[in-house]
């Protein structure tokens, strides 16, 4: 043999290293399965979350921190893009490897309950305490409660002060008044009113106070109460007084548009709070969104996050992190929370104490009584039932269907 | 492997020229040794290729949810999925618009490709920089570039219509990105202007292996410009057009970033393809079987075409 066909042989060895390497790491995926211990002293929870931006990862950060000293725990944190989340539980679930404790997006814990991933809270023992009936309804599945959610959100109608003055106009009330207030103050460069019509839930969610405050209902949505709504926004699309940008816009960018003055009303809600400060020159006030006639309740979806415990399969685990779980929506952790991050209390009897210290709460503090849950009637059908409505509202706004005839094809699609 | 191939791998710049004679070798060390080196494409190939085809074509089949993964469980359905996905009144509309996608963009794309392709063929100062400059929307992140196309075809604010104002018989604002029939143009466009890099950088390189004497010669039978081209320039790029459509219509069948950065299938579903409602269904709704089955039916299509794209360059070496 020369020494040339040597030189093959090792280059071939080495070009099959990584094959040696790969049965390496599968054999020893199995071993680490078996981590947590189980027993005895339990001195750390993972928690996962998908506050990855400021304020709302420092706020947190304190706020479990908090909750972490008082059941006497460390905490190892890990947070992810709220995009990320849902495709980083189930890979979790899939490989068992699943947190102690675990943030969700409300509409989405009955999703995740329904795969078995989370364990009930009746088992631990866990008091809801005021948490409003809507909210709960959210984190219930199947009659159990898998999660617990300290504070919410939800939408109101901003205004800009300044150019409302200007046209001596009053922040609207109802529905004809909305049209009229936003009729006249378009002109120019500026639309009267923006909103998020845009193809994904953030514009479902946009319209549903319309819906409901209206007699409609998710279940079935070919209904003339849900027309009703949506031609109130097709109205309001036609005469010019929204742009039809408004089918593309996030609710982020309605807020650029409200900032930058290219309209002088808009649908949002208050984690722009941020970015409307940018803007040192923007007054802005708050209302409910207008109601269909004088005197109707207004019904709105609420936004934020619950905190479940997963079934990770270690009981000592499971039962520390519950107490964690519980410590966050105590009074301490829930003002804290709701001030630094600008949401408000799902326990109406702690808002006074946090529309103290903010008053732009106030005008969503006083809707939580009154908050529905997305998911409350279909729970894991939401997905489907919400991007129906998405497409309903797109095709009245801009695919030329009349209200009727977009919602009966997304209804019977 | 075939001579046309070994021109478009390596960009046209490998010297053409009769094919080396395998050696050959009888002993059985040495066969051993052929035999490791392939092993490793061989496990790659079924690892990273084999197992997500397999993996998807049985998902296709399965009730494949959110609670799979938790479970493990994915029971068996058929052909429900596919039956599901079909008859979903969004899957007429995103079948035409991805046919509709892809016959644009490729039109768009070769034919400036071309053009751009032919233009650099003739050397002049700066070509070279000029050249490297077409490249550059191949090195804008996506994500970055359609951010910055939504910018400019805003409506109200876009640079695009505020030029557009200037002109005097344009009257009103194209909506671009809002309206049903206009945003799959704008989508076809911003794709056109990502594909014409690679149509440019594979017809130049396929424009270099024509030989200059062809032209010379042609040249003196009378064939100059428009008959060059006709009869020098074309029959001889043909291999490397049958390439360049092939793939990119391969390319275009299932292209997502695009779409779900400009209008992610909006407004009311105009701009809604294969592969975007496939998305849609997996990762919006959970529901990875409809969504698995989806991807598979693009699969299919895009087969067609490889099978095309394999028996034109069988016939081409017959040739």
Redesign the interface.
């Known amino acids: 043999m020369t020494r040339f066909?040597r030189a093959?042989?090792a280059i071939?060895?080495a070009?099959?290293l990584?094959?040696v390497l790969?049965a390496a790491c599968s054999g020893s995926d199995g071993g680490t399965d078996g981590d947590g211990g189980g027993d005895g002293d339990v001195t750390e929870l993972h928690v996962l979350d998908y506050y990855n931006n400021d304020p709302n990862k420092t706020v947190w950060q304190g706020v479990l921190d908090a909750c972490a000293a008082e059941v006497g725990v460390e905490l190892n944190r890990e947070s992810v893009p709220g995009g990320d989340l849902?495709?980083k539980v189930?890979?979790m679930?899939?490989s068992r490897t699943l947190p102690d404790v675990l943030m969700l997006d409300n509409p989405d814990v009955q999703?995740?309950a329904?795969?078995?991933?989370l364990a009930p809270l009746s088992q631990f023992g866990l008091d809801p305490g005021g948490i409003a009936e809507g909210v709960l309804s959210a984190s219930t599945y199947e009659d159990e409660l898998y999660a617990l959610q300290p504070v919410t959100n939800t939408i109101a109608l901003f205004y800009n002060t300044q150019v409302l003055a200007d046209a001596g106009i009053e922040p609207p009330t109802t529905w004809e008044e909305l049209e009229t207030a936003a009729a006249a103050l378009t002109e120019g460069?500026q639309y009267g009113l923006a909103l998020s019509a845009?193809?994904?839930?953030e514009g479902t969610w946009q319209f549903l106070p319309f819906m409901w405050s209206n007699g409609g209902d998710e279940a079935d949505i070919a209904t003339e109460e849900v027309a009703g709504a949506l031609q109130l926004w097709k109205d309001l699309l036609d005469s010019g007084s929204m742009?039809?940008?408004v089918?593309?816009w996030s609710q982020a960018d309605v807020a650029d548009q409200f900032s930058s003055g290219?309209a002088a009303m808009m649908v949002n809600g208050p984690w722009n709070f941020g970015t409307l400060a940018e803007n040192a020159e923007l007054e802005y006030g708050i209302v409910p969104i207008p109601a269909p006639a004088a005197g109707d309740t207004v019904v709105s979806p609420f936004g934020g996050e619950a905190w479940a415990v997963p079934?990770t399969g270690d009981d000592a685990r499971m039962a520390v992190a519950a107490e964690f779980v519980q410590c966050l929506v105590g009074e301490d952790a829930v003002v804290d929370a709701a001030v630094g991050t600008n949401t408000v209390p799902t326990d109406p009897s702690l808002s006074a104490a946090v529309v103290e210290q903010v008053p732009n709460l106030a005008s969503f503090a006083e809707q939580v009584p009154d908050l529905r849950a997305r998911t409350g009637e279909l729970g894991?059908e939401w997905?489907?039932q919400a991007?129906a409505i998405y497409?309903a509202v797109?095709?009245a706004?801009?695919?030329?269907m009349s209200p009727e005839d977009a919602l009966a094809?997304a209804q019977n699609? | 492997m075939t001579s046309t191939e070994v021109r478009v791998g390596s960009g046209g710049l490998a010297p053409p020229g009769p094919a080396r004679p395998a050696r050959r070798r009888s002993s059985g060390r040495g066969r051993l040794v052929q035999v490791a080196f392939l092993i490793p494409a061989a496990v790659y190939l079924v690892l990273f290729f084999g197992y997500p085809v397999v993996k998807n074509i049985t998902m296709g089949f399965q009730e494949y949810t959110t609670r799979t993964f938790y479970t493990g469980e994915a029971p068996w359905v058929g052909f429900a999925n596919y039956v599901t996905a079909v008859t979903d009144p969004v899957f007429d509309r995103a079948l035409l618009n991805t046919g509709l996608f892809t016959v644009g963009s490729i039109l768009g794309q070769f034919t400036i490709g071309l053009a751009i392709a032919l233009f650099f063929h003739r050397r002049f100062h700066l070509s070279g920089v000029l050249r490297s400059l077409l490249l550059l929307p191949w090195l804008v992140p996506m994500i970055a570039a359609s951010a910055v196309w939504r910018w400019i075809l805003d409506t109200d604010h876009g640079v695009l219509n505020r030029t557009l104002d200037l002109l005097p018989f344009l009257d009103g604002r194209p909506a671009w990105l809002t309206s049903t029939t206009l945003a799959l143009v704008a989508v076809i466009i911003v794709n056109i202007w990502l594909g014409i890099p690679f149509n440019a950088t594979i017809l130049y390189g396929g424009l270099q292996e024509i030989p200059e004497e062809l032209y010379e010669a042609g040249s003196l039978d009378g064939a100059t410009g428009a008959r060059a081209f006709r009869h020098i320039t074309w029959p001889l790029l043909r291999g490397v057009v049958t390439v360049v459509l092939v793939l990119g219509v391969v390319y275009t069948l299932k292209v997502l970033d695009v779409i779900l950065g400009l209008t992610n299938g909006g407004p009311a579903n105009a701009t809604q393809t294969i592969s975007t409602f496939s998305y849609h269904m997996s990762f919006r709704e959970f529901d990875f079987g409809v969504g698995a089955a989806l991807g598979n039916i693009l699969v299919l299509i895009s087969l067609v075409f490889a099978i095309v794209y394999l028996r034109l360059n069988r016939r081409a070496i017959d040739e």
């Open positions: 066909s093959r042989v071939a060895a070009a099959a990584p094959l790969v849902i495709a189930l890979q679930s899939s999703q995740i329904e795969s078995g991933a460069d845009i193809n994904t839930y742009s039809q940008s089918v593309t290219n079934q894991p997905p489907t991007t497409e797109q095709n706004l801009v695919g030329g094809q699609g």
